[in-house]
C-alpha cells in the first residue's frame, strides 16, 4: 500500500498548482481521501478531503473558493488545484487516506484510527510574496 504525492514547487502568490496523490496497493473504493499540510513547529491539519464513503467533500474556510479536490477513479488518483495561492500557504502537502469515514471525519480526525491511515511521504509548496 503506498501513497505517491507530486505537483508540489514554488509560485508567486496569485499562481497556481496542482498536487497530485497516487495510490497503488488498494483502490479508494470506499476511503476518504484528503490532504493536509504541516509548517515548521505546527501540527499537521486537514484542509480538503473527499470520502467515497459518503460522497462528501469538506475543505477549511482558509481554502474554500480557492482549493478543489476530485478523484480520477481511472487512475487510482486524488488530486488538489490550488489557485490564487498565499504566501501563508506555504507548507509540506501531504496525503492521506482511511476507510469509511465522511470528508469531514477524515480531515479533522474525529473517529479516525491512526492505524487504518495510509500517509504519503509529503510534498512541499512554496508560495513567495
Known amino acids: 500500500v503506498q501513497l505517491v504525492e507530486s505537483g508540489g514547487g514554488s509560485v508567486q502568490a496569485g499562481g497556481s498548482l496542482r498536487l497530485s496523490c497516487a495510490a497503488s496497493g488498494f483502490t479508494f473504493d470506499g476511503y476518504a481521501i484528503g490532504w493536509f499540510r504541516q509548517g515548521p513547529g505546527k501540527e499537521r491539519e486537514g484542509i480538503s478531503c473527499i470520502s467515497r464513503s459518503d460522497d462528501s467533500t469538506y475543505y477549511i474556510e482558509e481554502v474554500k473558493g480557492r482549493f478543489t479536490i476530485s478523484i480520477d477513479n481511472a487512475k487510482n488518483t486524488v488530486y488538489l488545484q490550488m489557485n490564487n495561492l498565499k504566501p501563508e500557504d506555504t507548507d509540506v502537502y501531504f496525503c492521506?487516506?482511511?476507510?469509511?469515514?465522511?470528508?469531514?471525519?477524515?480531515?479533522?480526525?474525529?473517529?479516525?484510527?491512526?492505524?487504518?491511515?495510509?500517509w504519503g511521504q509529503g510534498t512541499q509548496v512554496t508560495v513567495s510574496s
Open positions: 492521506a487516506a482511511e476507510p469509511y469515514l465522511p470528508a469531514n471525519y477524515h480531515c479533522s480526525g474525529h473517529g479516525s484510527s491512526p492505524n487504518d491511515r495510509y
